[in-house]
């Protein structure tokens, strides 16, 4: 167990020398060369804000990752291993398997942040993807620039975007993903046809989002992301039998019958943010988890790659457009990335079994399964429904 006084850390007051001073001080803890080694470059972190009075103890125990103690007020001592006085601006690094306690210490006790680093092997799934735009139309010192450097229309969408897709992370969906309750096979065949339904209802999307462009560029892309996606909810009916599962449910139907309007009636930079951005990026969250599920199928490790190919066609697309109106596109991301939780939220409730079960279709109707199976009488079947009124 290795203690590090913050004391000891190279301390910055502003990013470069005549540009905007920072308030406070600010302290890198990777510019200390021993943290440095010590923190992992990937991992999952768990945080626990901790208040200890005096003589109160936080008992140890074994950690099965590395972990850090960052004493913010008062003082202690580290108990279990090697006992050691601590105070605030002191950094506690706890080995793997190291036992980890803390007592507060007279007058008034200790704060301290507790931080447990699970290293991630690169070569397992990761629920979590970072951000696929991160680099996308920045230079090579992008490090360098500025906190006041001008941000493109694009790469503000970009960001905004990113804070949605980390909200969609901590879902009710990503959560079942996420625990050992969606290894269990009733969950598993119960999750393949919610997604079924939604997959099916994709392909319409796509299909109608064809049909309504008219902007030369945006045609070239939405025709070349439908001949990517074309069939893909059939290779998932191949990984489970569609008729042990529901094949409609008014939620998801709901949803997926306004992205299928919003293709007619939004304009060609609106339709990229839902389609690009909203649909695509929800979509390698959650196919990127799904992975560990269904660790089996390449269904879904394909996905992982085909959709940040997608996303960043829909990014370059928007770039192309000068002097972009953030208002509208704003509200269609916003609306879009609703739209989408309401239909994971429904796949959620289907997967595990709760609430109110969806519903087959009606005997003598065409299941969307069974429309998805010929492209020509699926986008027979868009028009029909966005001209007629009826889904």
């Keep these: 167990m290795r203690v590090v006084n913050t004391a000891d850390i190279l301390a910055f007051e502003s990013l470069k020398a005549d540009e905007r001073t920072l308030l406070g001080l600010f302290k890198e803890l990777r510019k200390h060369s021993e943290l440095s080694a010590y923190l992992p470059e990937v991992c999952r972190l768990s945080l626990r804000w901790v208040r200890l009075l005096e003589g109160q103890p936080l008992r140890p125990r074994a950690l099965l990752g590395k972990g850090m103690i960052v004493v913010t007020e008062g003082s202690g001592e580290v108990i279990g291993g090697s006992p050691r006085s601590v105070q605030a601006g002191d950094v506690v690094m706890v080995p793997p398997g190291g036992l980890q306690g803390l007592v507060g210490g007279a007058p008034d006790g200790l704060s301290a942040i507790s931080i447990h680093l699970e290293e991630l092997d690169e070569s397992e799934p990761r629920w979590d993807t970072p951000c696929l735009c991160a680099a996308l139309g920045r230079g090579d010192s992008a490090d360098e620039a500025s906190p006041d450097r001008a941000v493109s229309p694009v790469d503000a969408l970009v960001e905004e975007n990113e804070v949605h897709a980390r909200e969609f992370a901590g879902s009710p969906l990503m959560r079942l993903i996420r625990s050992e309750r969606a290894l269990r096979d009733d969950v598993k065949r119960r999750m393949l046809g919610a997604l079924q339904i939604w997959s099916n209802a994709f392909q319409k999307v796509l299909c109608a989002r064809v049909v309504f462009e008219s902007h030369p560029g945006a045609i070239a892309i939405a025709e070349r992301h439908l001949a990517d996606e074309v069939g893909h909810n059939r290779r998932l009916s191949r990984m489970h039998d569609p008729r042990s599962s529901p094949s409609w449910d008014r939620g998801i139907a709901a949803a997926s019958s306004w992205f299928i309007e919003r293709m007619g009636s939004a304009s060609t930079e609106e339709r990229t ?35 940040a190919e997608h996303f960043k066609l829909g990014y370059s697309l928007l770039k192309g457009f000068p002097g972009l109106d953030l208002g509208p596109l704003r509200g269609a991301l916003t609306e879009g990335w ?4 309401l239909i994971c ?27 998805a199976r010929e492209p020509r009488r699926e986008l027979t079947a868009v028009l029909d429904g966005l001209c007629g009124g009826v889904m």
Excluded: K, W
Excluded at 338 to 341: A, G
Excluded at 347 to 365: F, K, N
């Design 273 to 307: 943010v839902l389609v690009h951005f909203v649909i695509e990026r929800c979509a390698d969250v959650l196919l990127t988890a799904a992975q560990q599920v269904f660790p089996d199928s390449d269904y879904f490790a394909t996905h992982a790659e085909v959709d």
């Design 338 to 341: 609703q739209m989408m939780n």
């Design 345 to 371: 939220q429904r796949i959620s409730d289907i997967a595990a079994g709760d609430g109110d079960a969806a519903a087959e279709v009606p005997a003598g109707g065409a299941s969307p399964g069974e429309l």
